[in-house]
């Protein structure tokens, strides 16, 4: 079977474990400039780069992979969220956005089928891509709301140098993360379709939205299901929610996504709200019992974690839904579904 195919036909049977945070694992380890920066020879500093430790220090980036397998991920993530042309260009890495890409979904994808192997579970690598620091649905220049940085166009081919680097590496899927702007993740979806063109073979995408306030919207404004209705015809093997608030404050907009989107949803929320210092301290077993009544109620079909979250909270969530039933995804009736900033359903 594909991965899609085979993706389906787990969570059919369970909800699925996805991995944490890489950011904090990191930081936690105290590297150097020197491990940031290797023999690359780059003009800028590297330290911070957390994305060129594939090429630099791979045996952190496979540890932290290793200990998520151990934790009991079905899905790992590639440390692939500024590996973009944009983002490395702050540290003058853009010319090995290529090479970050391909090592570290080798990475991923070479533990998981050791795993694989090893128990005949399948283990699946979602090869990450943020949203840059760029917007295009908003101007930086409050004296000019016109203007913006990048073009849809350029942002798209951005999108694509990513995800075609993570395919050859051998990624299942392309996950575009952290959405703070529905028209950036439309231009991400645009570059996979194109590539998927290029490559004559199907590439399934996953999509996770961040939310920017209590409310329920991300940066563009868009509210949960308006983002969906917006991004739907993409058809996307998963759409979720990650990132944004801790799981007490998600859970509203989890529930409301499950209700709307006809295909799996996936919840990867922080270890509860940072600190004054900007440090996580939920404990896994609060995450995992948070996480649990989404998987009580059938309103996800896998679940991780993000900023924060640590081997241990994964291990915690995949112990606390390891005999819960899946989400069935429902079917729904065929209407027409538009966007602006809220939904609008049009009965047929």
Request: a negative charge; charged letters at 25%.
């Amino acid at each position: 079977m594909t991965a899609r195919e085979t993706l389906q036909a787990e969570t059919a049977k369970r909800v699925l474990v996805f991995d944490g945070a890489f950011g904090t694992q990191i930081q936690d380890r105290k590297l150097g400039e020197a491990d940031y920066a290797g023999a690359l020879g780059l003009d800028a500093d590297q330290k911070g780069n957390n994305d060129i430790l594939a090429l630099t220090r791979p045996d952190v980036i496979e540890d932290i992979t290793r200990a998520y397998l151990d934790a009991g991920a079905d899905i790992v993530s590639t440390n692939t969220f500024s590996a973009n042309r944009i983002s490395q260009a702050d540290y003058a890495a853009e010319g090995l956005v290529g090479d970050i890409n391909r090592a570290s979904a080798r990475i991923a994808r070479d533990l998981a089928d050791k795993y694989a192997d090893y128990d005949g579970r399948p283990r699946f690598v979602a090869g990450a891509i943020g949203p840059t620091n760029k917007t295009l649905s908003l101007s930086p220049d409050v004296d000019d709301p016109g203007f913006r940085e990048i073009d849809f166009d350029g942002l798209a081919d951005v999108y694509r140098e990513q995800a075609a680097a993570l395919v050859e590496g051998g990624a299942d899927f392309i996950l575009i993360e952290t959405i703070f702007d529905t028209l950036n993740a439309k231009a991400g979806i645009f570059a996979v379709r194109q590539l998927e063109r290029e490559l004559d073979r199907d590439i399934p995408i996953m999509l996770s939205m961040t939310l920017t306030d209590l409310s329920g919207r991300n940066l563009s404004g868009h509210t949960v299901e308006a983002f969906w209705n917006a991004v739907r015809h993409a058809r996307p093997i998963t759409v979720g929610l990650n990132c944004s608030f801790g799981a007490e404050q998600l859970r509203p907009h989890v529930q409301l996504l499950s209700r709307v989107a006809d295909t799996l949803i996936m919840a990867y929320p922080n270890a509860g709200l940072p600190n004054e210092l900007g440090e996580y301290d939920e404990a896994p077993e609060t995450t995992a019992r948070l996480v649990r009544q989404w998987a009580e109620n059938e309103q996800v079909n896998i679940l991780g974690g993000c900023c924060g979250s640590t081997p241990e909270h994964i291990a915690k969530i995949a112990n606390a839904v390891k005999d819960l039933s899946p989400r069935r995804v429902p079917t729904t009736e065929p209407e027409m579904r538009l966007a602006g900033l809220e939904p609008f359903t049009i009965a047929v």
